[in-house]
């Protein structure tokens, strides 16, 4: 699977191009850091000086090497994927050697990264449910109020909680149909498409 790179994302790599490879592997160090504590102007404002650019000049430099490693990474692209996508931006050989050795030695450290960034998520674990039926009371005699009541048991980091929920049969009848559509919508082949692509 190739990267697709945005214009945008070209022309911020158009910078390596014009500095020594090694600045291009402090670059590499600096936007994994990035990804790891976020970012810090005052690293952008010292290369700048060093290299007598503007201070955003490095700052898009580093951001466009930080999402060519975290796009690449997140797809766990293969070597010649990796390569074939770089060639697109027209480099030296030398450095699109130097970016695949980046690639190679930052893509488990960057995918662990990105897996503690990802939200913790509660997931389903068990389902109780109930229908209740009120066939009368003191003022109404011939009264039917159906109810349907669930108890949702969710997990999320070894912590378990229980949701209860209730409903009328209408609302869960359409609430199904939702589903349902959703999951047909899921099955399309326009959505297996992005699928294969997000993974």
């Known amino acids: 699977m190739l990267l697709v790179l945005s214009d945008e994302h070209k022309e911020h790599l158009g910078f390596l191009p014009k500095v020594d490879p090694a600045v291009v592997g402090e670059f590499g160090r600096i936007a994994v850091e990035f990804l790891k ?53 027209g480099f030296s050989e030398e450095l699109n050697k130097l970016l695949l ?28 449910w109930r229908f209740d039926v009120q ?3 003191r003022a109404l005699r011939q009264h039917v109020k ?27 009848l359409h609430l199904i149909q939702e589903l349902e559509c959703a999951l047909a919508e899921v099955k399309s082949n326009h959505c297996r498409r992005i699928l294969r692509n997000i993974k």
């Open 37 to 89: 504590k976020g970012s810090n102007p005052k690293i952008y404002e010292g290369a700048a000086r060093k290299l007598n650019v503007p201070s955003e000049t490095v700052q898009r430099g580093v951001e466009g090497l930080m999402y060519l490693l975290t796009e690449s990474s997140k797809l766990m692209i293969s070597e010649i994927d990796f390569q074939d996508s770089v060639l697109v931006l």
């Open 101 to 128: 050795q980046l690639y190679l030695e930052n893509r488990k450290e960057v995918r662990q990264i990105l897996s503690e960034l990802a939200p913790s998520l509660p997931h389903y674990r068990n389902l109780e």
């Open 135 to 137: 066939l009368g009371s």
């Open 146 to 172: 159906p109810a349907i009541c669930l108890k949702l048991h969710l997990e999320s980091g070894g912590t378990q909680t229980a949701r209860v929920l209730q409903t009328d049969p209408a609302t869960l």
